[in-house]
């Protein structure tokens, strides 16, 4: 049985991806890491951080991104489908590049891919999510923000990635451009494994969130709208009251240490009380979010039901 681990990205270091320990969390299980590295801009530094890790496992793929021809988000799946295609494994891992895999979970992905190996009814994987916010102590399980998602498949040539890279699909007969399409494709049949996604893209110090913003809705919106969006440059980003978030209590991949340890933008959060920010509320910290959030953990005593289904899951 063979494992591929998968990326993508663009401009990742001058945006604070956490890249190298994306990629590292996974290195021990995998027998090669495929990563579509994107045009970057002169002063960004990820090619140079990937090859400080210097293994042989990894292959670095040059692309060039277009994002006229891919609008919407979809240059996001174009360029994980084309580090995906390079894959040789039977499973193929994907993780994005602010992803991290805590070492606690690699044997029980492992031990899943072996009991599943030929068991064709197991298309992919669930696992669970935890979204950390504004710094490494806190994250957001209220209402919007997916707590499971599909980040390993089987190496099928009709499984693509899907919308802006958000999860996978099969897509037969797929013409390299319709990453949005519902009609004609099929969810996977996932089994549900106990792991967790590590997700750090929320938490960057507060004037690169404002750029990974931007550069977010200039994928998804085009430039022009963007220029409309975004009238001021080089502000801080507003993270909104940390003191209403769950603290985590358990500990980090130990990949995350060095990141970690660099965490210095504390004074710019904010954690009292009756903090109030003055931008547009987001999705969760509207009203209907925190209605919804309660019905389902309170009442139904599952989360899970408010959240998106794109797959079958196999009892």
Not at 101 to 119: A, G, P, Q, S, W
Not at 198 to 222: D, E, F
Not at 261 to 273: I, P, S, T, V
Request: glycine share 4%.
């Amino acid at each position: 049985m063979k494992i591929s681990g998968f990326t993508m990205g663009k401009n990742v270091s001058k945006l604070y991806y956490p890249i190298r320990e994306s990629i590292e969390s996974i290195l021990p299980i995998v027998d090669e890491f495929i990563i579509a590295l994107g045009d970057s801009d002169d002063d960004d530094t990820t090619l140079e951080i990937i090859q400080q890790i210097n293994s042989p496992k990894i292959k670095i793929i040059n692309t060039v991104w277009d994002i006229e021809k891919y609008p919407n988000g979809t240059e996001n799946a174009h360029q994980t489908d084309i580090a995906m295609r390079e894959c040789s494994g039977d499973w193929l891992l994907h993780l994005q590049a602010d992803e991290v895999i805590h070492e606690k979970y690699l044997d029980t992905i492992v031990n899943n891919c072996k009991k599943y190996l030929n068991d064709e009814r197991v298309e992919a994987f669930l696992f669970k999510y935890r979204h950390f916010f504004g710094d490494y102590n806190h994250y957001n399980d209220l209402y919007g923000w997916y707590p499971q998602e599909i980040r390993l498949v089987r190496n099928k040539p009709d499984i693509h990635s899907f919308k802006s890279a958000q999860s996978f699909r099969r897509i037969p007969e797929f013409d390299g451009l319709s990453y949005r399409k519902i009609e004609g494709t099929h969810k996977l049949n996932v089994i549900e494994i106990d792991a967790y996604i590590y997700h750090y893209g929320w938490v960057r110090p507060p004037i690169y969130m404002q750029k990974k913003t931007k550069s977010l809705a200039t994928i998804h919106k085009g430039k022009q709208k963007v220029k409309e969006i975004f009238k001021e440059t080089d502000v801080d980003f507003d993270y909104g009251n940390l003191s209403k978030l769950p603290i985590f209590k358990e500990t980090h991949p130990a990949v995350m240490k060095n990141k970690i340890a660099d965490f210095n933008w504390q004074n710019k959060l904010h954690y009292e009380k009756d903090y109030l920010p003055t931008r547009e509320l987001m999705k969760h910290e509207k009203t209907k979010s925190k209605i919804l959030t309660f019905i389902a953990k309170k009442i139904f005593n599952n989360y899970k039901m408010f959240g998106h289904t794109n797959w079958n899951t196999i009892k």
